[in-house]
């Protein structure tokens, strides 16, 4: 029996900082202070430029997994850079259920590091709670799993930034400002312009691989006497 995740694309995220692989090994067991958590979404209706962010294609992908459609799954995989990163974590997290840990590992940190490419995009900081709520939502298996074996996990991500770097992202990087607390009060998108987009995912993919050798350098450490 495939586990559903259901995830609003729109819903208002509570606001913490997005991690990296290392950060992620000092954090993975440690319980969300974020009392908000598992609470219901703030219902969002967008205004503006907020209302221009076309999410609609991700959405129905999501409304089809969650209703059972298993099928559009390999819909997604055909034409992964149609779908902003929540579908990507989202089929992560399936994959990883149904005994397909090396490809779920795969797809949940290829969404990982576009998430966080789209969030540093941002000039509001609050849009970074979307990574952080997804890593937290949809790593809580395929993060322990793939730290306790660190030479396969810099195979996986090293394809994944490899993969990353020799494609084009067809969805909207915007969606990561519904995620924002500007939604709810502004009309105008603090953005990014788009002819600098490229240059941030050079940047954060970068950054991601960093990240990486940090979080393989601490396990290697032994543990304190």
Same mark, same amino acid.
């Given at each position: 029996?495939?586990?559903?995740? =259901?995830?609003?694309? %729109?819903?208002?995220?509570?606001? %913490?900082? +997005?991690?990296? =692989?290392? @950060?992620? &090994?000092? #954090? #993975? ?5 974020? +009392? ?42 055909? &034409? ?24 779920? #590992? ?39 799993? +793939?730290?306790?074996?660190? @030479? ?11 993969? $990353? ?16 607390? $500007?939604?709810? #009060?502004?009309?105008?998108? $603090? ?12 940047? &954060? ?21």
């Amino acid at each position: 029996m495939m586990k559903l995740y =259901p995830l609003l694309l %729109c819903a208002l995220l509570a606001a %913490c900082s +997005s991690q990296t =692989p290392s @950060e992620q &090994t000092k #954090t #993975t067991s440690k319980p969300s202070s974020q +009392s908000t958590t598992n609470q219901a979404p703030e219902k969002v209706t967008p205004k503006g430029e907020f209302a221009s962010i076309d999410i609609s294609k991700s959405q129905q992908a999501m409304d089809a997994i969650t209703s059972g459609n298993g099928e559009m799954i390999n819909t997604i995989l055909k &034409t992964p850079n149609d779908y902003a990163p929540p579908v990507l974590y989202l089929i992560s997290a399936i994959m990883f259920d149904n005994e397909y840990q090396d490809q779920a #590992t795969f797809w949940f940190y290829a969404a990982q590091l576009r998430a966080r490419s789209d969030a540093n995009k941002s000039g509001d900081e609050t849009a970074h709670a979307a990574v952080s709520q997804l890593n937290q939502r949809f790593g809580a298996k395929i993060t322990p799993y +793939s730290m306790s074996n660190p @030479e396969r996990l810099k195979g996986i991500v090293s394809q994944v930034l490899a993969w $990353d770097a020799e494609q084009t992202r067809n969805y909207d990087a915007r969606w990561v400002a519904l995620q924002s607390k $500007d939604v709810l #009060t502004e009309s105008t998108i $603090d953005f990014a312009p788009k002819q600098k987009w490229q240059e941030i995912d050079v940047l &954060t993919r970068n950054q991601f691989r960093q990240g990486l050798e940090q979080a393989l350098t601490k396990i290697a450490q032994p543990a304190a006497g």
